[in-house]
């Protein structure tokens, strides 16, 4: 999905090396849109154009760029060619970028950046992925309660250009420790008071999140309170960074990307799938399927344990796919309505007794209703209507069973630490056929005799 | 999962009618948190706390309620009670909240409304569902560009309280025409050089999105871009309201949650899952398991079918449930793929060839890895090595039917303008279950003859 349109304009361009010309590309549209139009060119072409920007637009441009061509773009350069616009990238991009890129580079890069930008990548990258600290940006505005709204404004106007957002301002003491916050909009609204000081303009009271803090956890916190960034506080109080709604925004759809592709027995694609190399989908697909083949291969063994009587009672075969499916599509329902309750903080694992005492319950109205329907159609093709009930009761039975494991695998796995959502449709689904057809075989013989 | 702690103080509080004490829950916390401890009132009790507060605060705290809490305070209410709060609420949640109210209590609050929000409503409760439309707010900061930095900053501190955010400001010809954007940033870092018009500080090109728009290519453009909010503009490009990042946020975590009920065939809860009633819960699981179980009745009806072959070559029967899981789990993954790759942009139905090309190769791929595992196992249980061939050859071809069809599905709903969700996993595997099974019989037959 290639944008081409401007290709043979830029390539001209570059053969005339036209400043002005591509200068003027760069500068003329949104970065993001300056980067779309450039992924089609080489990497060398890329940074011939980007040379001619500023390094404060060059490093907007390039924030754009997929995760891949930018890690192709530094580890293709000089070290010292593109130190000066990683210097001016925000102090989490950064870490990003670099967390791709080989590390006898990053060595390099990084003695050539400023002390104050080394200190903050180290400081950074030393936080566990998925931690506040891991998504966090240090660039944040911090002034002391003393200022006045005019001297806040003014601080703010020399700090701006530093600084990933300006919409909160955080007031913290000597020790750097957080102890209030106004907003851009309430100075905006102080304006004709200008004499008033910060102390008595800020709320006290921030809602903030730990270093340590599950990114979950912060994502929840910003919906909840409709925060445009969330101060990261240590566990001595100090302020050490900020998280902005854009980095929480790219975490909400990540998770909600890795979830979905866990619900269907992918691994997480890194890359965009059309990007991603066959053998490497095969590999991300392949695992689980063997993963669920060999939990496929003990259902059929507990079939092949019952093949006497599936030979004496034939008109049984042909209903095991509607029992094993039926089975599996509650459980899944089930397993997905509690992982979400669970993600979404209704429902803690201490809640077991209540959840399963619901789904039983559930699984009995849902099997009544889909026995009956099976009942109707068991009786045309069973020896006689006593034989036809193995199939509703086996239904009524599979449906609770679904319903139940189905509810308390991902509560199970949650209170032993493990993520729920491990426990989704697939394995789910596995662990309902075996059971499925167990249930199937044991009423067939109740029912029928031996 | 209620936040008893305050109750106690908070009903004895408003036994004394301790207007002092009550107002000061009022005020002391942040609304959220505030609303949280309310939430364990009664619907009376909750009134009697918020009359103590004034009504900016009170549609504040109110805004966090959940929906159905905030429907029964209102229709339990006079509406002459709680016009004015509602008037105080912001454009868009106002919408939302009434959405839920019975229909003449509405038409009475809204005749007790201020002409111009009154008129709000009317606008934004005419766009359809999913259009930015109905998630914008009509309350956006708009300014001349002949105006200076320092007459921006005063109009801003006018305007400020009764806007939902300030931290951009478009800038609009006499015919509300959007003729470009300028930052709260951009006018704070200006503050040295007050003189300068927003004609110079403003970039013309605007980033925005149409009033019909749909909310998920909305959260696209906000999301590439790293916007705070987007504009929204009519066909004839004037602006009529704007998004802002908290809207987008819930539409985020909105679509991520249906998306992963239609998943797992469960029709899109309203409420959380411990307050949605066992009846209706009951109904949104039943509706799509009652159709799944018709479509496995026909994966039933054709395994009903080869009843004579199966009776002949008895050693078949147990392989069907590995047969089925491999064939649903292989579609499910194929499904997914394609469904969030349409979703991203990364893909479009015209890609159609490219994918299902990519989808073969990888059946292949998969196919071949499992067939081998497969052998192995049919080998013992088979009467001979050829017969035991069956196995491995309907386990490689209900792999290419399952990344086929699973590829295929959603990029033809897609084409028709369905959405590509609806072919998400059960019926996928619904599909593919019936697929194998006819596959399965087939190669028996072929191999082993009639």
């Known amino acids: 999905m290639m944008n081409v349109l401007y290709l043979p304009e830029l390539r001209e361009m570059l053969a005339e090396n036209d400043h002005q010309g591509l200068l003027e590309f760069c500068t003329a549209l949104h970065p993001a849109r300056t980067a779309e139009f450039m992924e089609a060119l080489t990497i060398d072409e890329v940074w011939n154009v980007l040379r001619h920007a500023d390094t404060q637009l060059q490093s907007e441009i390039f924030a754009y760029f997929e995760h891949p061509f930018q890690v192709e773009i530094i580890e293709s350069r000089d070290p010292a060619e593109v130190a000066e616009m990683i210097a001016c990238m925000s102090a989490d991009d950064r870490v990003d970028l670099l967390s791709g890129v080989d590390e006898e580079a990053v060595t390099v890069i990084l003695s050539l950046l400023p002390l104050e930008e080394r200190r903050d990548f180290q400081r950074l990258s030393g936080h566990p992925e998925g931690t506040a600290g891991a998504i966090m940006t240090t660039e944040v505005a911090r002034l002391s309660e003393d200022l006045t709204v005019r001297q806040a404004l003014e601080e703010l106007t020399r700090q701006a250009e530093h600084l990933e957002t300006v919409y909160y301002i955080y007031i913290v003491d000597e020790n750097d420790r957080l102890h209030g916050v106004v907003s851009t909009r309430q100075l905006v609204s102080s304006l004709g008071k200008s004499d008033r000081k910060l102390s008595e303009l800020m709320e006290p009271e921030v809602i903030h999140c730990q270093v340590t ?61 059309l990007q991603t190399p066959i053998i490497t989908l095969s590999w991300k697909r392949g695992v689980w399927l063997i993963i669920l083949f060999i939990g496929a291969l003990f259902t059929s063994m507990a079939l092949g ?110 209170s032993i630490n493990l993520d729920p959502a491990l426990m989704s449709n697939p394995f789910v689904a596995g662990i309902i056929d075996f059971l499925g057809i167990v249930i199937y075989m044991s009423v067939a013989i109740l029912l029928l005799g031996d």
Do not use: C
């Open 213 to 273: 803090e599950d990114q979950e956890e912060v994502l929840r916190k910003m919906a909840d309170y409709d925060l445009l960034a969330i101060p990261v506080v240590d566990d001595t109080l100090q302020l050490v960074g900020i998280i902005t709604h854009d980095d929480i925004l790219d975490v909400v759809l990540e998770e909600a990307e890795e979830d979905a592709y866990r619900a269907a027995a992918v691994e997480p694609l890194e890359d965009s799938y």
């Open 305 to 414: 344990h019952f093949q006497e009587e599936l030979n004496k009672f034939a008109w049984l075969v042909p209903f095991i796919p509607l029992v094993i499916s039926t089975g599996g599509n509650t459980g899944n329902q089930s397993a997905t309505l509690i992982i979400m309750a669970l993600n979404k903080g209704d429902l803690t694992a201490r809640d077991w007794f209540m959840v399963v005492r619901r789904e039983i319950l559930m699984g009995l109205i849902l099997g009544s209703l889909l026995s009956i329907l099976g009942y109707g159609i068991a009786f045309t093709e069973a020896p006689s209507a006593f034989a036809a009930l193995v199939v509703p009761i086996t239904v009524l039975a599979v449906v609770i069973a679904g319903t139940t494991v189905g509810s308390s695998l991902p509560l199970l796995f949650k």
